[in-house]
């Protein structure tokens, strides 16, 4: 797999040392791998919101690619490190649901529990310390002694989550919802807010906010030309429905 991208999924921020800290690790190893810098601000410490947005945007990467993938609130406890092989594409990261979309929706998946692990090892830092040499060894195709095969169960995990699950850097709200053709023409609602359907923005007044199927996928929420998170006091979580 040399020269596969390593694809970073992080609630990190785009500010702060951790994706610096990260990148060293994986040039150190794979110096000629692509590292590609996907989300940094995924949903901050909710593995479960995350893992939609991640199963919606790993569509656009070829097979190869290696996905890093780290919203881990509970590091260092009890969760185990993962690596996921779903449909070609291969995820590391902890199980704690962030990677359960992603295998709930591939037609091929395969479990494996990391079981090296570094002389040094930070309790609060597996993405820099555990994770990230994972994936760059997997690029190398020297990982096979570092697994070993794990089962997870996913069979009650919800194939679609009908919440908002993340906030561009417009206010956009995404949510967990996957565009089906019978969803056209009905309402979404939000927060008691009835939202009509609009191919996309400039089908409705400036100030206005609609829902449509955005660039991902994904059923989202909108205002033309404003920020639906603070004009509609959207939150994640939120709960979206149809009538």
Request: net charge negative; with cysteine; hydrophobic share 40%.
């Amino acid at each position: 797999m040399t020269g596969a991208a390593i694809v970073l999924f992080t609630d990190f921020g785009p500010a702060g040392p951790y994706l610096g800290q990260v990148e060293i690790v994986l040039r150190q190893i794979a110096p000629s791998s692509p590292v590609i810098y996907l989300v940094s601000n995924a949903p901050c410490g909710n593995p479960r919101a995350a893992a939609y947005l991640l199963a919606a945007l790993r569509q656009q990467f070829p097979q190869d690619s290696i996905f890093l993938c780290v919203v881990d609130p509970g590091v260092g406890g009890a969760r185990k490190p993962v690596v996921l092989h779903a449909d070609g594409q291969t995820f590391v990261g902890p199980d704690n649901g962030l990677l359960n979309t992603v295998a709930k929706h591939a037609e091929r998946r395969d479990w494996f529990e990391i079981v090296w692990r570094p002389e040094n090892c930070s309790m609060s830092f597996h993405g820099r310390d555990l994770f990230a040499p994972v994936a760059a060894r997997l690029v190398l195709g020297q990982a096979a002694d570092d697994l070993k095969p794990y089962d997870v169960d996913i069979a009650d995990w919800p194939e679609d989550l009908a919440e908002i699950i993340y906030f561009d850097g417009y206010g956009n709200a995404f949510t967990g919802l996957r565009y089906r053709s019978e969803l056209d023409g009905r309402k979404l609602m939000v927060d008691g807010r009835r939202l009509e359907q609009a191919g996309t923005f400039s089908e409705v007044g400036v100030g206005e906010p609609f829902w449509y199927c955005n660039s991902c996928g994904l059923v989202e929420i909108a205002v033309n030309q404003g920020h639906a998170e603070r004009q509609l006091d959207l939150r994640i979580g939120m709960k979206v429905a149809y009538e």
